[in-house]
């Protein structure tokens, strides 16, 4: 039960001073009687709280960046109007810096008996679960005087999916490999490793491919086309260690990363390959294994919704011999982490050549674009200084991918915005080159 501010205001005005003196007594304020039986009045006449009843049905899932609608139904199952405010509450996250007070807050009048929709719009500025606080009501009566005020826990959950920015550059790449795969007009003539078809010889083809037995029995040359093997294994790894939790741009390390893991894995799984998923740091954090891939960028999403860096360094010796347990046959790995030079000398490198000896192996990184920033920075001793900084940092960079190279590691180091579409290019010349 509460006083409004417009009982209040009445109260002043219409307050009547009485006196009372005696031992150990002082002055009071006394409220005039029409007043005090109109505030009772309408106590009397607001709704219930405690007995309305609320369901919520709706969007359990959204993409970063995108809406999620959540409709709450109120129904009043007594025998007096509601009028109400509510607030629906949900993390602070659930919402655009600003925008939570409008969003979140309803005013609603639900006749006797009935019920009422009220649908709170989301858009969660995370990812993960985002799970519905308590929902308060507060009711008035017809002159707006008192109030009655409860909450209700009413559950409900929705998960904020990877927003999948690098979806754009798909069909590029679905295009360029149906080229190698030949079922389009510019046939990739000479690439791969598994006998497609016969063809007439036309100048400019590979004359390894010609096929004499054939020609022997035609009129004309006859050559092989080839084709990208199918149904190889891809391995996707996420480092979820403390270098994924260092913000390149706008975002974490580890949210590019699963931007480029799921291009990939979209991309691999068209192509025929199967394709799982692990991340990692010191203990197995999300695997996803053996989906069909009508079911695969579904379950990557969910896997990766609620992944978070953790600020623990990388167990490299755990990661490797988890990625061996998951890939027993040979397999494409394609390790997401970091090119900093201690993590990769005093971590990876000492343990690499057990994957190398019997997978393929890519290295994906996040380069920090304002490094090229400050490398261009002059006029200023600052500036000077930056590009000198910068120029270190990038020596130290290329240093370590030169180490892994040598190590016979494909390695990829771009930017936010182009790591994803650079790591499908690369998987797209392994393909070609025969080397899945």
Not at 108 to 115: K, L, S, Y
Not at 222 to 239: M, S
Not at 368 to 397: F, I, K, L, N
């Amino acid at each position: 039960m509460a006083l409004t501010g417009r009982a209040a205001l009445l109260a002043a005005l219409g307050a009547l001073p009485v006196g009372i003196w005696g031992p150990g007594w002082t002055g009071i304020l006394a409220v005039n009687g029409p007043l005090a039986l109109a505030c009772a009045c309408d106590f009397a006449l607001a709704a219930p709280v405690r007995r309305l009843g609320l369901t919520r049905s709706g969007d359990t899932s959204a993409r970063l960046g995108e809406n999620a609608d959540v409709t709450l139904t109120l129904t009043n199952p007594s025998g007096r109007p509601l009028r109400a405010d509510l607030r629906d509450a949900w993390p602070p996250s659930s919402w655009q810096p600003g925008t939570e007070f409008a969003a979140s807050r309803h005013r609603v009048t639900v006749p006797a008996g009935e019920r009422r929709r009220l649908t709170t719009r989301l858009r969660p500025t995370r990812r993960g679960d985002r799970h519905a606080d308590r929902v308060t009501i507060r009711s008035y009566g017809p002159l707006g005087l008192f109030s009655r005020q409860g909450s209700h826990r009413v559950p409900w959950a929705v998960r904020v999916l990877p927003p999948f920015t690098s979806r754009k550059h798909l069909p590029s790449r679905l295009a360029r490999l149906r080229e190698l795969d030949g079922r389009t007009s510019v046939l990739t003539r000479g690439e791969g490793t598994e006998f497609d078809s016969l063809r007439e010889y036309v100048p400019g083809d590979d004359t390894r491919s010609i096929d004499w037995r054939a020609t022997a029995r035609n009129t004309t040359v006859a050559v092989r086309t080839w084709r990208p093997e199918r149904d190889r294994h891809i391995l996707l790894v996420l480092d979820t260690g403390r270098t994924s939790a260092g913000r390149v741009g706008d975002v974490p390390r580890l949210d590019a990363s699963m931007d480029a893991a799921l291009l990939l894995g979209a991309l691999a799984s068209k192509a025929g390959d199967r394709v799982d998923l692990l991340a990692y740091d010191r203990r197995v954090r999300a695997l996803v294994q053996g989906r069909a891939a009508g079911d695969l960028l579904p379950a990557l999403v969910n896997a990766m919704a609620t992944l978070e860096p953790e600020l623990v360094e990388t167990d490299a010796r755990g990661l490797t011999a988890t990625a061996l347990r998951t890939a027993p046959r040979r397999s494409l790995i394609v390790l997401l982490t970091t090119l900093d030079a201690a993590p990769v000398e005093e971590g990876l490198l000492p343990v690499l050549s057990s994957l190398t000896q019997r997978h393929t192996v890519l290295v994906a990184a996040v380069a920090d674009p304002h490094v090229a920033r400050m490398a261009t920075s002059r006029g200023t001793t600052d500036g000077v200084y930056e590009a000198a900084a910068a120029a270190q940092a990038r020596t130290e960079r290329h240093r370590t991918a030169e180490q892994l190279r040598r190590h016979g590691v494909t390695v990829v180091d771009e930017t936010p915005d182009d790591l994803a579409p650079a790591l499908a290019d690369a998987y797209l010349a392994l393909k070609a080159a025969g080397r899945l």
